[in-house]
């Protein structure tokens, strides 16, 4: 199995890390990390979308991963607002793991170039997660900004509902 990321390819709970589930949010017991000191923030969300992919029997076969990862998040200031934040960017993880499925399945098979087509497929999804995480922290001031943190709550909602369609990704 080729992979651009090497993930786990079922989201299964482990020590470290936790799959994304609707049901599932996180609490504060979830992050291991001590605390970064120096810093102007009160927490810290690591998370991780893989893609692992293999040609079976001429087909393309894909499992995408996102997760959790408890051992480098972290939060020094507790309280149910920043892991609310902190949940956003979980979700905005989501949110791209679905964009990458959607990217995933109107991809047009090329036998002969599939690798380099998934891995820059990969590359553009995870640079635009990247670019949203980045304006959510800037437009939000992490959180310290209550109106537009509001606000990006409601339209991270709104996209999990609207991406819902590819959330059942391999």
Wanted: aromatic share 12%; hydrophobic share 30%; net charge negative.
């Amino acid at each position: 199995m080729s992979s651009v990321t090497s993930d786990s390819t079922m989201r299964v709970e482990s020590k470290d890390m936790i799959p994304w589930e609707m049901e599932k949010r996180l609490v504060w017991d979830d992050f291991l990390c001590e605390p970064k000191l120096g810093t102007d923030a009160v927490a810290s969300t690591s998370t991780s979308l893989g893609i692992a992919y293999q040609l079976a029997n001429g087909e393309l076969k894909y499992n995408i991963t996102c997760y959790f990862n408890k051992e480098k998040s972290w939060g020094l200031m507790r309280t149910d607002y920043i892991l609310a934040h902190e949940q956003a960017h979980f979700d905005i993880t989501e949110i791209f793991a679905r964009r990458l499925n959607e990217a995933l399945q109107n991809y047009k098979f090329n036998r002969k170039g599939f690798k380099k087509d998934i891995s820059q497929i990969y590359q553009s999804i995870i640079s635009q997660k990247e670019e949203f995480q980045r304006t959510y922290d800037n437009e939000t001031d992490h959180s310290r900004n209550r109106r537009t943190q509001y606000d990006w709550l409601e339209k991270i909602e709104q996209l999990i509902a609207e991406t819902e369609p590819y959330s059942n990704y391999p």
